[in-house]
């Protein structure tokens, strides 16, 4: 898995990159622990859309409603959380343990390699207000 960190896999589409994902992860031995995003049903001008239509959207640069992880898989980090110990977007790493609420991982590459980090769980607002 470590030779997967140092290259890339280009793909045309989201949904290559998806089933992809989905084999690479078939291939590491372990339990595969799944995270769900937190649900709330909006009103959009006038409009309801369902809690339903809503997961199975799937947007670049978002984590999918459900995140299916598995200790030792290679991730990568699609957010600034702390640049000043390694932690920015593009940021390669290693799932070492899978809390609640915290997901201990390796940095991969770079100037932090080897440096054992805690990423949290991060709520995800949309800019549109609360009703």
């Known amino acids: ?71 030792g898989a290679p991730v990568m980090l699609l957010r600034n959380i702390n640049p000043r110990v390694g932690l920015y977007n593009g940021t390669r790493l290693r799932i070492e343990s899978i809390g609640t609420r915290t997901i201990d991982c390796v940095i991969l590459l770079g100037p932090f390699a080897n440096t054992v980090v805690a990423i949290p769980r991060i709520p995800l607002n949309s800019p549109v207000s609360e009703r």
């Not at 339990?31 to 809503?54: N, P, V």
């Open 1 to 71: 898995m470590e030779d997967l960190a140092k290259g890339v896999i280009l793909a045309p589409r989201n949904n290559v990159v998806n089933e992809l994902n989905e084999a690479l992860l078939a291939r590491i031995d372990g339990q595969i622990h799944t995270k769900i995003s937190r649900d709330r049903e909006r009103e959009y001008h006038g409009e309801q859309y369902s809690s339903e239509f809503l997961n199975s959207l799937r947007f670049a640069g978002l984590p999918p409603h459900v995140l299916r992880l598995k200790v």
